[in-house]
């Protein structure tokens, strides 16, 4: 079926996790004069490697065309923001992190967490790829460099004196392609009984809530604790505790070290992890292979709702113009003649289109001039926080619907 092997242990990949067929990047919001062009796309698929367990997508473009520019902005997301918020408060006491300790953080956006180290007066580096994101963060006082991470970069910061008293880097894990070059940087740029904290859509959720629209060309990798110990091992990094987070659909955040530290005790998170995974049968090629056909029901359901509505004289909108949406959309052929356009709440994608699907892109205030009958929210991640902010869509009499991990409407 293909002749690639695995980015982390080299082995023939041969076994399909789930195919998608072509779509173009989930994240290419186009503008007007795009539409008229021709747009590229891809084919979406991932595979497992039966030696590692390592799922991952075929890589077809490279990492500086994703993330050099880029469009997601943490900060629009308030539950997001606080959850950041949190974890600073947790690490701080938990690690005890002050004026005198170095905070890194890879992939650190427009600084929506480091922010609140720097309020608390502990020194922190942001290392983003995107310059336009980067300048951001900036603005609002968190000292940033827009550089890609590795090995190279972790060298850099070591000979300027920043090696890391915590090394965090959340929801990059599965954007990287040069794996083993960017743990190994992790693990380089730790001071000798400093921490990694990495977070990551949990793949057991994925597999048991058929989040397939997290499947996406940027996302790289789809990671289990099993794959991320043998990648973190191969790296001189120990995992020390793992905790269950309900962001992204269900998340883990990993606490590691050293392999050579004896400052940080196991935790009972890791075995508890492992041996959910080890109940789902983690280490058999047959757990992952089922999962295509999970997904089709999930695309009949939607498609014969929206079919539905229109047939009825019901009006569609949607909310969220995020990345999982676009996979949904474009896996399920649905353009603007089923859904009329996305609402989303970050400037910087309203005036564009949806890549593949064209939707219309416009703030949320555009659902008060046309009161659509339902409102398809595609982020279902955060359902319950778009329904309590748009309250307002009961009172025309309009109700929410989400897709996965099947067809509900809400309300």
Aim: proline letters at 5%.
């Amino acid at each position: 079926m293909t002749a690639h092997n695995c980015r982390f242990c080299n082995a023939p990949l041969k076994h399909r996790f789930v195919d998608l067929g072509s779509m173009p990047l989930a994240n290419a919001y186009l503008t007007e004069e795009q539409l008229k062009q021709p747009e590229p796309s891809y084919p979406l698929r991932a595979f497992v490697c039966s030696e590692c367990w390592l799922v991952q997508a075929d890589a077809f473009v490279p990492p500086e065309d994703i993330f050099s520019h880029y469009a997601y902005f943490s900060s629009y997301s308030d539950g997001w923001v606080e959850h950041a918020r949190q974890f600073t408060l947790m690490a701080r006491k938990r690690f005890g992190l002050d004026e005198a300790s170095q905070v890194i953080e890879v992939a650190s956006n427009d600084g929506y967490l480091l922010k609140h180290f720097v309020e608390a007066g502990v020194p922190v580096l942001g290392i983003e790829p995107a310059e336009n994101v980067a300048e951001v963060a900036r603005q609002i006082g968190v000292p940033t460099e827009a550089r890609f991470f590795g090995r190279e970069t972790a060298a850099d910061l070591v000979s300027r004196g920043l090696a890391a008293d915590i090394a965090i880097g959340n929801n990059v894990l599965a954007h990287v392609p040069a794996i083993n070059d960017f743990v190994g940087g992790l693990s380089a740029v730790l001071k000798r009984d400093g921490v990694v904290s990495v977070e990551f859509p949990h793949l057991l959720r994925l597999m048991e809530n058929i989040q397939f629209d997290t499947v996406y060309h940027e996302h790289f990798y789809y990671l289990s604790l099993l794959a991320v110990e043998k990648v973190f091992a191969a790296h001189g990094l120990k995992v020390f505790d793992v905790e269950e987070l309900p962001t992204h659909g269900g998340s883990l955040r990993v606490l590691a070290c050293r392999t050579t530290s004896t400052a940080h005790a196991t935790c009972p998170g890791v075995a508890k992890v492992r041996a959910d995974e080890a109940a789902a049968d983690f280490e058999k090629v047959e757990t992952y292979e089922a999962f295509q056909n999970r997904v089709a029901p999930i695309k009949d359901g939607l498609l014969a709702f929206l079919n539905e509505a229109k047939r009825n004289g019901k009006t569609v909108a949607a909310y969220g113009a995020a990345a999982k949406g676009n996979t949904l959309l474009n896996f399920c052929g649905i353009g603007t003649d089923l859904i009329d356009y996305v609402v989303d709440r970050n400037p910087h994608k309203q005036g564009h289109y949806l890549p593949g699907s064209k939707l219309p892109i416009y703030a949320p205030e555009k659902m008060d001039e046309t009161q659509p009958d339902y409102v398809l929210i595609l982020p279902w991640n955060i359902k319950n926080e778009v329904v309590a902010a748009n309250s307002r869509v009961g009172a025309w009499g309009g109700r929410f619907a989400v897709a996965v991990p099947e067809l509900t409407v809400i309300g």
